[in-house]
């Protein structure tokens, strides 16, 4: 089966401080997505890549579908308090139906 | 515009008694849908999928069942919860409406086995 590594676990930042996270996996996808899990919530769509080496943007969000298909990157710029929560990278093939989360990587800004 | 809901929000249960968890999808037709557990607010896990009424797929041997009685309906069950039940249930859809190869999540709903 796919192995599927996100990382880092959990981070601790000073309000403004630059985020960076990531993917691997030991398979290729077509489709990188990024979720932002606010507590107590469902998860919610950040950004959709669907593209090798596609560098997207959403606001001070800015996510990188790798060249080799296997990983993906997140970074956030300036955090502030309201970026706490847990983000999930969720990689798919473009075919199937199933969408399997990676453990996530659990932000706490402190103000 | 699509929306989902799942109910209820929470829920506590005794060891043995039955679950009953619904979802609904509106504004799109034949949708895929997801029921995922999360435990200790961390990783997501799938559980059931189904593409259609009547067709589940389960991802993992459990306590736990699903049924698609509707096109847009989905159910998460139980016979009888263990404590290893308890979690925070996660309903999502796909399909028609939704841009690309995303899901969408309902609001989740806190399951208590006691």
């Known amino acids: 089966g796919q192995q599927l590594n996100q990382s880092p676990q959990s981070m601790f930042i000073q309000e403004g401080e630059d985020v960076s996270m990531n993917c691997t996996s030991s398979?290729?996808?077509?489709?990188w997505l990024w979720y932002k899990q606010d507590p107590g919530e469902g998860p919610v769509l950040l950004i959709a890549?669907?593209?090798?080496?596609e560098l997207t943007s959403n606001g001070r969000l800015t996510a990188q579908f790798g060249i080799t298909r296997k990983d993906s990157f997140l970074n956030i710029s300036a955090s502030i308090p309201s970026d706490v929560g847990i983000y999930f990278c969720?990689?798919?093939?473009?075919?199937?139906?199933?969408?399997?989360f990676g453990t996530g990587t659990s932000l706490t800004v402190i103000p | 515009s699509q929306t989902i809901h799942q109910w209820p929000a929470t829920l506590v249960q005794p060891v043995g008694s039955p679950l009953s968890l619904e979802c609904t999808v509106e504004?799109?037709?034949?949708?895929?849908l997801y029921w995922y557990r999360q435990a200790a607010g961390r990783g997501l896990q799938l559980l059931f999928y189904?593409?259609?009424?009547?067709?589940i797929s389960s991802e993992v041997p459990q306590n736990l069942s699903a049924s698609r009685p509707q096109d847009r309906q989905f159910i998460l069950s139980s016979k009888k919860l263990l404590l290893s039940d308890s979690g925070f249930y996660l309903c999502a859809w796909n399909g028609q409406g939704a841009p690309g190869n995303t899901i969408y999540f309902g609001e989740g709903s806190w399951l208590t086995v006691v």
């Open positions: 969720v990689p798919h093939r473009g075919a199937g139906n199933q969408f399997y």
């Open positions: 890549l669907y593209k090798a080496g």
């Open positions: 504004g799109t037709s034949n949708p895929n």
């Open positions: 398979s290729i996808f077509n489709t």
């Open positions: 189904s593409v259609g009424i009547g067709q």
